[in-house]
């Protein structure tokens, strides 16, 4: 299963068959809907691959591609390795009490379609958002919004119910605190859709062919710099050896990791790529954890036991994930967060790769190996399944890879692949036992994704089978809105400390975001959001 030698060999062979056929190729270009961005076509396009369409582009929802939406969509300030820096406000004063943002507007910006963006214009947009709290009570803003209040044309106050350290961090976010038109409401509505998709970004939406593909194309009357790559198109493509035959083939030019933490090609197929001259691979810092999330609350299920949780994190060999099914691109990971995440430099319990003491757990705890080679206690087999994303690269050769271990030590486990739509949706209903995941990254955590613990969009389930579940929740509430630096910390190592010693995040490996793209491209870097990437600063040389 992971020979590589094996691997390279089917890779060079394709390679070989897909070079000869190209050879008698037409090289006239065309449009994007032609086969082909080589030949005379401008070096101004970049056609990336995705393994799913961009979706229902309403920023105010969750459904669409977020990459997609960061291009046509823009939030009040920005997140970035410096810190909050403004976007479309050019300034803001918070109160002293903390409760009291006041955000001045830049004067010069338009939506798409030739609309005024002014505080007005936010003051609906952010109203829309609220008038659909339940939707968005994972970010904990959401919660603490009183109101919205226009001061002024061009000056916009946010009053909050109480002082809440990110919200300057969860207004940067990609989605839902970001600006459409207010012609595309409707009934002054987003919550039941939009009529279109009109921002403020460097990029508007031009085209789009349902499960095709979406061309975006600059916006000429940015505000900011008018980005040199004119056009950008989403191909929709299964990932794997489908997307490196298209790169091939010159039918796409880039692909990266997307918003479900997933690459579209293998590490090899990439390599494979850069190795023809014609592709650059380029990694991000880690941003992110990959991880096994476990539902504590399904009772009837084994997964809802510490031991049997505790039992499977100690029976995962991260170390030759890491090395065979990332190639090293990831690096083994022992924590929910890893310790460059502000707050999360918290002393924990070490749990490494170690099936004798996953053997001694189950054994302590009742659950008998007998000759069928699976446990069992009190009749009841020790049966556990886990769904994956059927169109990520790894995380189907990490399951088989978790699936044959666990069964070392008698634990039977199914895996089941999924839409990432229906992995999704079986985390906001409960309807798992353990399922992978990934936390929201570098940006937003440790805050958006602790927040998210108590939320049935996201962890709820995870979590609320926990003993301490309701002393975890209050911890939970005070470190959002605690101004005393000393108590917030104390307060997350708290919080980090149960969910660990409760296993119910199990961690695999620190993700870096991945892009292959033409080795002419310039200007290729990442934001501190996992699942954007600054098209607009790209160029080609």
């Known amino acids: 299963m992971f020979t590589k030698p094996f691997k390279s060999i089917c890779i060079f062979l394709l390679a070989v068959i897909v070079l000869s056929g190209c050879s008698s190729q037409s090289s006239s270009g065309g449009d994007t809907n032609s086969d082909t961005v080589s030949g005379n076509t401008p070096a101004q396009e970049l056609i990336y691959a995705s393994a799913k369409d961009i979706g229902d582009m309403n920023p105010h929802l969750y459904t669409g591609s977020m990459p997609a939406q960061g291009m046509v969509y823009e939030s009040l300030v920005e997140n970035t390795k410096d810190g909050i820096k403004p976007l479309l406000a050019e300034s803001w004063d918070i109160s002293e009490d903390g409760k009291t943002y006041t955000f001045h507007l830049r004067e010069d910006v338009t939506f798409h379609d030739g609309e005024p963006f002014n505080a007005e214009a936010v003051k609906l947009n952010i109203e829309a958002v609220q008038r659909n709290a339940e939707k968005h ?21 946010f009053v909050l119910s109480e002082p809440y350290y990110p919200a300057l961090i969860e207004l940067s976010m990609t989605r839902p605190f970001v600006f459409i038109s207010p012609k595309d409401f409707i009934n002054g509505e987003t919550k039941e859709g939009v009529s279109g998709y009109h921002g403020t970004g460097p990029y508007a939406l031009s085209e789009h062919k349902k499960e095709e593909y979406a061309v975006f194309t600059a916006n000429e009357e940015y505000w900011g710099e008018v980005p040199r790559v004119k056009k950008i198109t989403s191909k929709v493509l299964p990932a794997g050896e489908t997307t490196y035959l298209a790169m091939l083939k010159g039918e796409v030019n880039f692909a990266f990791t997307d918003d479900r933490g997933a690459d579209s090609m293998d590490v090899e197929a990439m390599n494979q790529l850069v190795d023809t001259g014609d592709y650059q691979l380029v990694r991000s810092e880690p941003v992110n954890t990959k991880m096994i999330v476990a539902n504590s609350s399904k009772k009837e299920s084994p997964a809802s036991e510490t031991a049997v949780r505790e039992a499977i994190w100690y029976a995962i060999d991260r170390e030759t994930i890491a090395r065979d099914i990332f190639n090293g691109t990831e690096s083994p990971a022992s924590t929910l967060f890893s310790s460059n995440v502000e707050y999360a430099d918290v002393g924990l319990k070490e749990r490494g790769y170690d099936l004798a003491k996953a053997n001694e757990i189950l054994d302590g705890e009742g659950w008998k190996l007998d000759d069928s080679g699976v446990r069992t206690k009190n009749g009841k087999p020790l049966s556990i399944s886990l769904h994956y994303d059927v169109n990520s690269s790894t995380q189907k050769m990490q399951a088989e890879f978790i699936q044959s271990t666990l069964a070392e030590i008698g634990i039977q486990l199914e895996i089941i692949g999924e839409e990432s739509t229906s992995v999704a949706s079986r985390r906001g209903s409960g309807d798992y036992e353990l399922l992978f995941n990934q936390t929201w990254g570098l940006a937003y955590d440790p805050q958006s994704t602790v927040s998210a613990f108590t939320s ?20 939970i509430n005070e470190v959002m809105i605690t101004t005393d630096e000393e108590a917030r910390k104390s307060l997350y190592a708290d919080i980090l400390t149960v969910v660990h010693d409760e296993a119910v995040f199990i961690p695999i490996s620190n993700g870096s975001v991945t892009v292959v793209a033409p080795s002419d491209l310039t200007g290729i870097s990442f934001k501190q959001s996992q699942f954007e990437l600054p098209f607009d600063q790209m160029h080609f040389e």
């Open 137 to 157: 009570s994972w970010i904990k803003l959401s919660t603490q919004l009183v109101s919205c209040n226009v001061i002024d044309e061009f000056t916009v106050e």
């Open 456 to 475: 049935d969009a996201s962890y709820l389930y995870t979590t609320q089978g926990l003993a301490q579940a309701d002393e975890l929740y209050s911890k």
